[in-house]
């Protein structure tokens, strides 16, 4: 392992660290500086990095298949009970947190510095695989299941695809958006319809 990866994986560790057990209200603000001194100790150029409006049609392709998914799971009965999940402040936590407290700080550091680092070492192909099994076991924690590990693993491979494909972290930064922040206004939408929900499936029985 070269220096300058062993250096920008402790700054994850502590990164991580920070997202576990520092106060939520800072985490909007530690994301986009941990993401910058990411970069700045990486030694990588802007276009190795991913810092480039490139890939718009990827970006808005995956936003919109994701949108649909959603759009239909909400309403399908087996479905809904995965959207359980209540937000005290949801269009903050959709609009807000998960923007600047998790994709900016994730998507540079993985689908950036790592993916950036590694790809200019051994190409594409590893960068995208090695950054999704890191994406995954980022992703665990105690009292998460390791399936948790799993999907963000497969997704990890989708967002390293869309990285190589649209040329910047545009495309992979606004669909992992999409999945996270637009499965909170999902969940909103099952619990605000929940009581008109049940009275429909009781009224069709």
């Known amino acids: 392992m070269s220096s300058a990866l062993a250096v920008l994986l402790l700054i994850m560790v502590a990164v991580r660290l920070w997202t576990g057990f520092g106060p939520g209200w800072a985490q909007p603000v530690t994301g986009p500086l941990a993401a910058a001194s990411l970069v700045a100790v990486s030694g990588l150029t802007s276009g190795q990095v991913g810092l480039a409006l490139s890939g718009f049609r990827y970006a808005l392709g995956g936003v ?3 949108g649909l ?18 937000y ?17 700080f994730e998507e540079v550091a993985f689908r950036g510095v790592l993916w950036g680092t590694i ?11 090695v950054t999704a099994v890191l994406f995954g076991l980022w992703h665990l924690g105690p009292g998460r299941p390791w ?3 799993v999907v963000t693993g497969v997704a ?6 869309l990285r190589f494909l649209g040329g910047g972290l545009l495309a992979p930064a606004l669909v ?29 029985g």
């Open 64 to 66: 919109l298949a994701i």
């Open 119 to 129: 790809d200019r070492d051994h190409g594409p192909v590893w960068a995208t695989g």
């Open 147 to 149: 399936t948790d590990a």
């Open 88 to 104: 005290e402040r949801p269009w903050y936590t959709s609009l807000v947190a998960i923007p600047l407290a998790t994709v900016v």
């Open 69 to 86: 998914g959603y759009a239909v799971a909400i309403r399908v009965p087996a479905a809904r009970r995965f959207f359980g999940t209540s």
């Open 156 to 161: 990890g491979v989708v967002l390293g695809a």
């Open 176 to 204: 992992h958006w999409a999945a996270d922040g637009l499965g909170v206004a999902a969940a909103v939408r099952v619990r605000e319809s929940a009581p008109q929900w049940g009275a429909t499936q009781s009224g069709a």
